[in-house]
């Protein structure tokens, strides 16, 4: 059975730093390209940053680009997400996604692990 | 970066109706479009790929069509279980846009 559980959310201040974990089971992780996306409270699903397979190309949403960085380790299993400079608008429910490898869609999710920037 | 819009924004619907929402691309993206069904508390559930190929175990209740700009998501039968809020997302490049989201409610 594939899963996908996040860890590393928590309560920080604005300006400080968080790292995001997924691990994977259940499928040959080093094949697929991984992917997180966010859900601010009362608001729609937005896609954040997204890693290919080995690691060769990262993608980030436009506005996130230098204070948020996606890494993976195949050896691990694992896909990670380094937030730095946290803002209040950063604040919500984080997902790790798997995008299919035989189709145009993100086809495995795990449940969530929520930040929450506030002083 | 191609924008993708959801209608309507939200819809009250009674069980057995039918129903549809329409996402359209500020630019043509060919098929790379998926659909997916979210409920609070869970994580999204893919429902369509390729803009109308349905995932497995998804009820065929549930359709997809459309290409290049103009997609819909048909449910042909609205069930209980199916009120939730619909996002279309985007995979023609990178940013992997989501729409705004169209919520079903009972009506």
């Known amino acids: 059975e594939v899963q996908l559980v996040e860890s590393g959310g928590g309560l920080v201040k604005p300006g400080e730093s968080l790292k995001l974990s997924c691990a994977a089971s259940g499928f040959t992780f080093s094949y697929f390209s991984m992917n997180w996306v966010r859900q601010a409270p009362g608001r729609g699903l937005e896609w954040v940053s997204s890693?290919?397979?080995?690691?060769?190309?990262?993608y980030y949403e436009d506005s996130l680009k230098g204070r948020f960085t996606i890494s993976r380790d195949n050896a691990k299993n694992s896909v990670f997400l380094q937030m730095n400079s946290l803002r209040v608008e950063d604040t919500g429910l984080y997902y790790c996604?798997?995008?299919?490898?035989?189709?145009?869609?993100?086809?495995?999710w795990g449940q969530g692990t929520l930040v929450t920037v506030s002083s | 970066a191609i924008q993708l819009t959801q209608s309507p924004s939200s819809l009250s619907a009674s069980v057995g109706d039918r129903v549809t929402i329409t996402c359209r691309a500020s630019q043509g993206i060919s098929s790379a479009l998926a659909w997916y069904q979210h409920k609070p508390g869970k994580p999204p559930k893919l429902l369509i790929y390729?803009?109308?190929s349905l995932e497995s175990g998804v009820p065929s209740r549930f359709s997809g069509g459309g290409s290049g700009t103009d997609f819909t998501l048909t449910i042909s039968s609205l069930q209980p279980e199916d009120f939730a809020t619909y996002y279309c997302q985007r995979f023609s490049d990178y940013p992997l846009t989501f729409g705004p989201g169209t919520k079903v409610d009972i009506k």
């Open positions: 996604a798997r995008l299919s490898g035989s189709s145009w869609s993100f086809d495995q």
């Open positions: 890693i290919s397979s080995s690691a060769t190309y990262k």
């Open positions: 390729d803009a109308s």
